[in-house]
């Protein structure tokens, strides 16, 4: 089993950044791909970031690249999101989540083991 609880979502103005932390509990963290995904109300479950265990393969949706920053400290178990040139439409429920593929970590929410409770981020504009 592996736990996982995210931090550092709130409220910001279009154009603001923010940073979230996702701390890992329970088994080994480096058995782990981690990713970062989002749900707005009325809205599907959509991956936004992906790391190997490494931290050295990362991924991103279209969407966030080249404003969002995946990355993971595996010596304190976590890993974070930094989102910059925040937009309206970022808003969402974010998720931290933990796939046992931990070399080719997926797009895919089914290819992912464990999941964070979430936390709020919204972008007023």
């Known amino acids: 089993q592996v736990q996982l609880v995210e931090s550092g979502g709130g409220l910001v103005q279009a154009g603001g950044s923010l940073r979230l932390s996702c701390a890992a509990s329970g088994r080994i963290f480096t058995s782990y791909a981690t990713g970062w995904f989002r749900q707005a109300p009325g809205k599907e479950r959509q991956f936004v970031a992906a790391t190997s265990w490494s931290g050295d393969s990362t991924y991103y949706a279209d969407s966030v690249k080249g404003r969002f920053t995946i990355s993971r400290d595996n010596a304190k178990n976590t890993v974070y999101l930094q989102m910059n040139s925040l937009k309206s439409e970022d808003t969402a429920v974010y998720y931290c989540?933990?796939?046992?593929?931990?070399?080719?970590?997926?797009?895919?929410?089914?290819?992912?083991?464990?999941w964070g409770q979430g936390t709020q981020v919204t972008v007023s504009s």
């Open positions: 989540a933990a796939s046992r593929r931990r070399n080719m970590p997926s797009l895919a929410t089914q290819e992912y083991d464990y």
